[in-house]
Structure formats: structure tokens, C-alpha cells
């Protein structure tokens, strides 16, 4: 039962553009989300978080978006640069439990 | 700089094999948790810790037991290893609320031959 679900396993933009990576998840007891970025060989590193109490949170590039109607969220990276190609979780966390996406493959080509 | 320490980056082992992945945090963090990360399946929750000799069971236990003796070392034990636990698996820690996000090891590729 995945109840955070990364339906794009794999996302490619140009340098300079913008990369939008979506999230969808099911459980309304989620109260907090967050995303990671991993490199090959590496640990995923937190990245940026949002309250569910907010719709948006921003921190330079990186900007998330929540919509709680729609139980979607999204990272924003503009502008994408050939450094931010890595493997994206997403994450919900809600009473001590937190679930993990299955992950987007982003690629920014020079 | 603060960080979750696991022992060994690949390993190579064979089926049947008792095996011990050892994870270490210098941050004081009360939590700790150990997933596997398969593709297409992202990281999956096999067990976690919030205190000293407290365990809980995750989402894929089966053939795996955990040992945490001491507030920064969290043991992951493999007791028969198979084939189908060739995986790379990741080490976490936390403190508190989620909020802040769990800080990750660099994880232990296992290959069970």
C-alpha cells in the first residue's frame, strides 16, 4: 500500500529551465512533507519541507508547493542546473510515522 | 560535522550467511531507523528505534532482527541471508518530531551471492 506515490520515475529538462517534480499521497493524517535528493553511492540529504498548515515554502532555487485538496505536492527548481541531477523522494510524515516516494530520476543537460 | 556512520559501503555475502550492518550516529538523536532502497520501490521501512533497547517492526521485518545497545549504534541482522536481500540499505537518525527530517548514511550496497 504505497501511500506516497512519485509517478514519474524519471524527468529530464535543459539547464536554465525549470523542473517540476510532482507528489501525490493518500493518507489525510500527514502533517508534515519533505523532499530529499540523492546521489549515486550516497544518502538521500533533506532538501526542503512544508507544514501542512502551508501552501507554499521557499528556499532559493528550491520551492515547494502543497495542495491538501488534491493531497498533491510539488518541488519547483528554477533554475535547474546539471548539479541538481539526482534521484528525488518525496516524503509525508504524520504521528511519528514517515513514508517514502519511489523516487524521480532528474537529469539537467548542459 | 555531524553525521550516521555505516560500517561497510559494499558487501558481498553468501546465501545463508549471518549478516551484521552496523550503523552509528554522533548526534545524540533518539531515533533510528533502517530501510532498504529497491528500484521502483523506493526506500522501504524495515525497522526502527526510538530509544535504547526499544525496537519496532517496519513494513518488511521478515528475515531481518535489529539490536540497539547503546544510544548511537543501531545493528541491522540479516540471519540467513537470501538472495532476495541483495539490496542497498540505508541507516537513519532523527531527533524529535519529523519536521526536521532524518539525517541518512551513505548506505551499504549488500550482495548475496
Known amino acids: 500500500d504505497q501511500q506516497v506515490k512519485q509517478n514519474s520515475p524519471s524527468l529530464s529538462v535543459q539547464e536554465g529551465r525549470i523542473s517540476i517534480l510532482n507528489c501525490d499521497y493518500t493518507n489525510s493524517m500527514f502533517d508534515y512533507f519533505l523532499w530529499y535528493k540523492k546521489y549515486p553511492a550516497e544518502g538521500p540529504t533533506f532538501l526542503i519541507s512544508?507544514?501542512?498548515?502551508?501552501d507554499k515554502n521557499e528556499d532559493g532555487r528550491f520551492t515547494v508547493f502543497l495542495n491538501k485538496s488534491a493531497k498533491h505536492l510539488s518541488l519547483h527548481i528554477v533554475p535547474s542546473q546539471p548539479g541538481d541531477s539526482a534521484v528525488y523522494f518525496c516524503a509525508a510524515s504524520g504521528n511519528n510515522d514517515m513514508r517514502f516516494g519511489a523516487g524521480t530520476r532528474l537529469t539537467v543537460k548542459p | 560535522d555531524v553525521k550516521v556512520t555505516q560500517s561497510s559501503r559494499y558487501l558481498v555475502k553468501r546465501t545463508g550467511e549471518k549478516v551484521f550492518l552496523e550503523c552509528v550516529q554522533d548526534m545524540d538523536h533518539e531515533n533510528m531507523f533502517w530501510y532498504r532502497q529497491d528500484p521502483g520501490l523506493g526506500l522501504r521501512l524495515i525497522y526502527f528505534?526510538?530509544?535504547?533497547?526499544?525496537?519496532e517492526k517496519g513494513d518488511i521485518p521478515e528475515g531481518y532482527s535489529v539490536s540497539r545497545e547503546k544510544k548511537e549504534r543501531f545493528s541491522l541482522i540479516l540471519e540467513s541471508a537470501s538472495t532476495n536481500q541483495t539490496s542497498m540499505y540505508l541507516c537513519a537518525s532523527s531527533s524529535g518530531q519529523n519536521h526536521y527530517g532524518y539525517t541518512f548514511g551513505s548506505g551499504t550496497r549488500l550482495t548475496v551471492v
Open positions: 512544508i507544514s501542512s498548515i502551508k
Open positions: 528505534s526510538y530509544d535504547v533497547k526499544m525496537k
